[in-house]
């Protein structure tokens, strides 16, 4: 089991199991439907809501995030590490941006939040739809 579940205390069943170990690395932001499909393939009997409730779970923890990036289904990312995203407009491909940006806001514009974060979208056009 890799090091970074050992302490999530969720019941670590096979079937949930074989969802961390596809989401282990991965970098596509798959949405539960992708994780469904992938991970049927080990395991048949395994149902939607299996996926669906252990994807909660792992957000719940904070494990992964769940992204709003894509109008039509969540995605979700296991890098929970600081990150922005490049989005692409035709296919939804969403691409990781580990670059630290110089970011403030002036106390005007604030109003009284306290800050926790930031998350920037780019939107472009991906290589493989410019062809
Ligand atoms: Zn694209
Ligand atoms: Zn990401």
Redesign the pocket.
Known sequence: MPEKYRNLHIKLTPQRLAILSYLNGNRT?PSAEDIYKAVQKQYPTMSFATVYNTLEALKEKGNIRE?KLDSAKKRY?P?NTP?H?LICVKCNE?V?IHWAFELSLPDKTVQGFELIGNHIEFYGICRKCKK
Do not use: A, C, F, T
């Open positions: 932001h992204l990312d890098d990150h995203h969403i990781d």
